[in-house]
């Protein structure tokens, strides 16, 4: 059952769709690390997982302040986390392979983050944007 409210609108979003995905993907490759590096392997994981989160939690925040906010704290994740699979890569810790499909769907968010935040600034900018519930 697809439960639906107001405040789950971000489910729609593609750029937090697929922010899901690359979380999934990177728990596919980084959880199969060794004990040794199972902490920097955890926070790869985090940091994949902190871009749809901060997504979510800004879009129902339903300030547009506040989703500009958040929608940077996930565009931050999206720095750390390429910081991450680049020095997993370095490391030889992940494949050519795992890598490119790391980068390709990371470049994806975003670009797709860059192109959200955009957008919700120019509404911004032209006082476009309605805080509240009603007339909805």
Do not use: P
Not at 122 to 128: A, C, I, L, S
């Amino acid at each position: 059952m697809d439960r639906k409210n107001i405040n789950r609108g971000f489910k729609k979003l593609r750029v937090w769709q697929d922010a899901i995905d690359l979380y999934v993907l990177a728990y596919k490759i980084f959880s199969q690390f060794s004990f040794e590096v199972k902490k920097v392997a955890s926070n790869g994981i985090d940091a994949a997982h902190s871009i749809s989160r901060n997504i979510s939690e800004g879009y129902c925040r339903r300030s547009l302040k506040e989703y500009l906010n958040y929608l940077n704290f996930a565009l931050g994740s999206c720095g750390e986390f390429h910081s991450c699979y680049v020095s997993f890569k370095r490391a030889n810790q992940i494949t050519d392979e795992e890598f490119e499909q790391l980068d390709q769907l990371h470049y994806k968010v975003e670009n797709a983050l860059l192109k959200l935040i955009e957008s919700l600034q120019k509404k911004q900018k032209d006082r476009n944007w309605e805080d509240n519930f009603y007339n909805r």
